[in-house]
């Protein structure tokens, strides 16, 4: 038992786990981060790094076997030759969708900090005090003040490039220097800027640093980040919190350890370790820590605490309330516009920028008041058509394919990503007669938008239609390509946070109500899901967390 | 760009969505599992997909489609191994009968419009033939249905695009290729004639 002791344990590897490792290593607490997946080494196992496109068989593209092998990841872009190896084997780990849920992971040390779209942004008081005005759930028990000087530390951390735009639903926050927007980019947003009084149009603020930064190389505009950066250029658990944890001699790290149960102890009320099925050889072992850390991502998050003290909560560790695995969310996207943008022919871009446009929120702010609530922002970005594009007039012969070795018009689009309301019965449970690779029970996902959602798509559409007619783009056209749960890849809820142990699982410093001695980090605990992009939120309440369990561990309370 | 419209904007080709790729809306259209599974046997199957003589076949209509100009044609990015590639491992068995079955009918097509195959064809003769087939598959592409099969020509047309500007020759001689820019210019000066860059 002793050599299978520390002071605290990490649950998943992921951008909220690694930072809590790094975050508890560095104030010098013995720190095991246990991964259920293989590890992944930094540089090393990049295999498609540095290949050209040609050194790919099929181009990036998807085989019939990739799509027989991944009926989930095949749903998106997300399946692709290039860097398959980053996402979880589908026929090992299947769950139950009662609804269409797509449910796209990452199994292997870094989780899907390696493979994520590195767009960053604060919340703002808007979004912390939405469910409080609306009456909809539950009131989120911090607000901005709690969390902003977290956002900076993790910030100046991380590496966040962005511009401060002074735009108090989006806060600033400590940026390295932004990226550019190419020509038609800066045109369009100024026509926003003159058409419309609360509508912004800001360069992205994203996880890729544009000065060197704590031993990584700055960003190099290749925009293959999903492949993983060998320049260490983006955010991830191997390029930035692994190295930092594991330069402070205190972190043991554990890869093909599936935590199967936290072990609660009744008397202290408090959790004592973990247990953890060897997804190599199937052995079980048991690891004790005075501190947890759960931070497996929303769903298997809430699938750890549902098997955890079930001898006391027959439905798990947290379900007191009867909120664990409810309300929840994700973002829903895939509806915008996009149109052509006149003239500009003899301007074009130098580089590829790993990042776009955004158009932070302004439904429902600053007087605005439609039929539905909360809103979306928009992502997007300008480029002229490259050889893919349909050159009408043209037939086959050299004329098309001089034609197409030059650059086409620029073009322009806006997709939106919406909030998603918590609803109670937007849920995730345990479906007993259905078992993965190892006998685990699996989860059954049964969540779906509603109406709320669907009224806010026909803005997301005309809205993007209406700024980018406005700015001048010609032949805009709307799109809305139909959303299930989970594509956003932005899952959040099934353990909320809240001011009462009665209707939330977790309090306002990420402990759960039932075991202080165990926090979580992760998307679970988020209380409604706002419109950003979510990391960068996960990574300040991670840090704000791990502060607070240091200085209740040196009080003695958890 | 974000990391959703980078991969999207790879999939839509010739101003609709990649034949076989399914890389685009796929989560409403997805095939059935037992298409699925006869995929993966046909894959299994240890025969080559083409024979090196249909392989040279096909770079000849490669490089009709994108012929030697001011630089390589299709022939020289090898565009024939790359479709049999791409038809043997990312076609839907349904769509690889089509591939098939066109290679068939573009011999016939060129008996019928030139009086001899297209090997022996001139090469103003190829271009006569494939253009005319090009109008074909334009107009057949228009009006299908999305269920409705693929145009033969199309595929055809559609990878040797693919194949060539994807291709090392393509990339580095019809395109510029930059494995590392190291930095990012969002408005730099374009005259008409300068190539496009390889990659976006």
Redesign the interface.
Known sequence: MEKNTYDAIVIGSGISGGLAAKELTEKGLKTILLERGRNVEHIKDYVNA?K???EL?????????M??DH?VL????TL?ESNLEFWVDERESPYVEVK?F?WFRGYQVGGRSL?????SYRWSDYDFEANAKDGVAVDWPIRYKDLAPWYSYVEKFAGISGNRDGLPQLPDGDFMPP?????V??DVAARIKKNFKNRHMVI?RTANITVAHNNRTNC????K??LGCPFGAYYSTQAASLPAAVATGNLTLRPFSIVTKILYDKDTKRAKGVEVLDAETNQTYEYFAKIVFLNASTLNSAWVLMNSATDVWPEGLGSSSGELGHNLMDHH?RAGAHGEMPGY????????????IYVPRFRNLFGDKRDYIRGFGY???A??E?????I?EM????E???A????GNWTM?L?AFGETLPYHDNRAFLDKTKKDKWGLTVLALDASIRDNEQKMRIDMMQDAQEMLEKAGLKNVKTYN??Y?MG?GIHEMGTARMGRDPKTSVLNAHNQVWDAPNVYVTDGACMTSSACQNPSLTYMALTARAVDHAVSELKKQNV | MNRRDALTRVALIMGGTLIGGDYFLSSCSSPSEEKEKKATTAAKKEKPFLSQDQVAYLNEVGETILPTTKTPGAKAADVGSFMAVMVKDCYKPEDQQIFLQGLTKLEQASQQKNGKGFLASTPEQRTALLTALDAEQKQYSKTKTLEAPNHYFRMLKELTLLGYFTSEVGSTKALRYLPVPGKYDGCVPYKKGDRAWATT
């Open positions: 540095n050209a496109p040609w068989p099929h181009r990036g593209g998807k085989t019939q076997q799509m027989a009926p095949k749903r998106d872009y692709n269409p797509d493979m994520w779209g590195r767009q990226m550019e927007m190419n020509c980019e800066k992205g190099q505009y290749r925009n980040c999903w996207f022919e003899d301007k074009y871009v130098y580089g590829r920028r790993a990042n776009g992502q997007g970005g480029g002229r490259g050889w893919s594009r349909e009408a037939s086959i012969g050299g098309l394919k001089d197409l070795s030059e650059p689009g997709g390509n139909g299930a594509g």
